[in-house]
């Protein structure tokens, strides 16, 4: 899927009032997008948000290993893409 239709889909998944885990799910699963600094880009341009503002991002990881659960991640991130 090209760059925008990517774009898309997140925003209208956040309209549609999908969390943010399931949004990077959606970017692991469906788009094969692994990279978090991707992902950060890619929430940044989404819902017009700094890098600095999803760094959280970063520490998530779809198995529960990496620092922050999905309940974080939609705590950290909600917020911002409301």
């Not at 899927?1 to 925003?11: A, C, F, G, N, P």
């Not at 949004?23 to 699963?29: A, G, I, K, Q």
């Not at 940044?44 to 948000?49: I, L």
């Not at 922050?68 to 309940?71: C, G, S």
């Given at each position: 899927?090209?760059?925008?239709?990517?774009?898309?889909?997140?925003?209208t998944?956040?309209?549609?009032?999908s969390?943010?885990?399931e949004?990077?799910?959606?970017?692991?699963?469906n788009e094969?997008?692994e990279?978090q600094l991707e992902?950060m880009?890619?929430f940044?341009?989404?819902?017009?948000?700094t890098?600095?503002e999803v760094t959280?991002?970063?520490?998530?990881w779809?198995?529960?290993s990496?620092e922050?659960?999905?309940?974080d991640?939609?705590a950290?991130?909600?917020p911002?893409?409301k």
């Open positions: 899927m090209q760059r925008d239709e990517i774009l898309t889909t997140l925003k998944m956040a309209e549609e009032g969390t943010p885990a949004m990077l799910r959606y970017l692991v699963f094969e997008i990279q992902w880009k890619l940044s341009e989404a819902f017009d948000v890098l600095g959280a991002l970063s520490a998530w779809h198995d529960d990496a922050l659960n999905d309940n991640i939609n950290y991130i909600a911002l893409i």
